[in-house]
């Protein structure tokens, strides 16, 4: 699974990053060291695939009368993606791309769970890809959440844990984002190939445990 990822990358590199985005929040600062779930996320949407808003992390379904879905659908598995009450829908008409410069995992190390901090060998920033819902909250107002999709975790992750987020390519990102595209081969391939992406990680401290650290120290390679 993911339940924590990283931003740390400025407005200006950001753009240079990915000049085929507007980012329109540029009076805040998009630098975090220990995103988790609830929190506000950049992400661009099918909806407005040009511009990035800020959705809250923890899908709730169109449905749900209430909130209490979300903290459990922070990740949608990629294999059930397209058959989940919860998902199937958005998985065709709203997909989503998330911000990202590097995410964590816990690996099983005889009686503790040892945070392990994932970034692209390239080190540059990139994007999960995800679904996201517009709930109506009792008192009417829009809520924007999303989840994660998921896929089994490739060679290289697989020794840290068995699960690892879905990768968008750049070059993945017109068809991801076009919610008039309903071709759910194409969108499978996308998920399918996740395995391709080249990482390297290294173990940090339990500061990242706890969302009340959020600084340089959550990224910080400890020996």
Known sequence: MCGRFTLTTSWEDLKRAFPEFEFIF?????????????????????FKPEIVQRFIWGLVPTWSKD?????????ARGETVFTKSSYKKAIRQRRCLIFT????EWKKEENTKQPYFIKLKSKDPFTFGGIWEAWKQP???????FSIITT????????????????????????????????????KNIIQQNSKNEFEYFAVSNRVNSVKNNDSD??????
């Not at 975790?153 to 991801?176: C, D, E, F, G």
């Not at 959550?218 to 020996?223: L, T």
């Open 26 to 46: 540029e009076n805040t600062t998009p630098v975090s060291y220990n995103i988790a779930p609830s929190q506000k996320v950049l992400v661009a949407s099918a």
């Open 67 to 75: 909130d209490s879905f979300a903290h459990k659908l922070i990740n």
């Open 101 to 104: 410069s590097g995410f964590f």
């Open 139 to 145: 008192d009417g107002a829009e809520r924007k959440t």
């Open 152 to 187: 089994p975790a490739n060679l290289t992750l697989s020794t840290v844990h068995n699960r690892m987020p879905l990768i968008v390519s750049k070059n993945q990102y017109q068809l991801w984002l076009d919610h008039d595209n309903h071709d759910e081969k194409a969108i």
């Open 218 to 223: 959550c990224i910080r390679m400890v020996v």
